[in-house]
């Protein structure tokens, strides 16, 4: 073979060489070299992400602790639904206070469900002044129970010997647990 064979030999086998080092080594290199960025603004953005959650739960867990009191007394705007007996004492006891006559029956034996929740309903007739009725009221209002009246009647009640006397009936639902 003569000298200018040869090296057209090697400088096809150079190049051939050549060729595969850059489609095997170096593209794959560029490729990552160019995805890097891309995943380093998705790490970031994760991680941006997660501080965020993280200042977010301590300031859950700070209001939390100032209302962890007022989160374990929540029971306490429900009553239980076996045992009413505190709810009905709670009430009579607001009438003894009023100087006031007060009935009170369930309106239904089971309990319902609301969109609020499970919900025991009760009827109460009270005789008393019309100034003491409203103190009931206002005081049944501002109780710790959650409860809704449904209805309210209000008659007069003895006729002319005690005009200020009054028969309301109320319906109400409250919160059970």
Known sequence: ??????????????????ALLIIL????????????????ILQKGQLLSLEKKEENFAD?????????ADFENIET?????????????????????LPASIKISFAS??????????VLAFN???????PNLLKFLEKLENSKYLIEILS??????GGDNFPSNVNA????KVLTK
């Open 25 to 40: 080594v170096i593209l794959p290199l560029i490729k990552e070299i160019e995805k890097s960025p891309k995943d380093l």
């Open 124 to 130: 109460i007739s009270i005789d008393s002044s019309f």
């Open 169 to 172: 009936t109320l319906s109400i």
């Open 60 to 68: 859950l867990k700070k209001v939390y602790q100032v209302h962890q």
């Open 77 to 97: 705007f429900f009553i239980d639904p076996e045992t009413p007996e505190d709810f009905i004492s709670f009430l009579e006891g607001f009438a003894q206070g």
């Open 152 to 157: 309210l009647n209000i008659r007069k009640a």
């Open 109 to 118: 034996e089971k309990k319902e469900e609301t969109e609020l929740g499970p």
């Open 1 to 18: 073979m003569d000298s200018k064979k040869k090296i057209y030999i090697y400088g096809i086998i150079f190049g051939i060489i050549n």
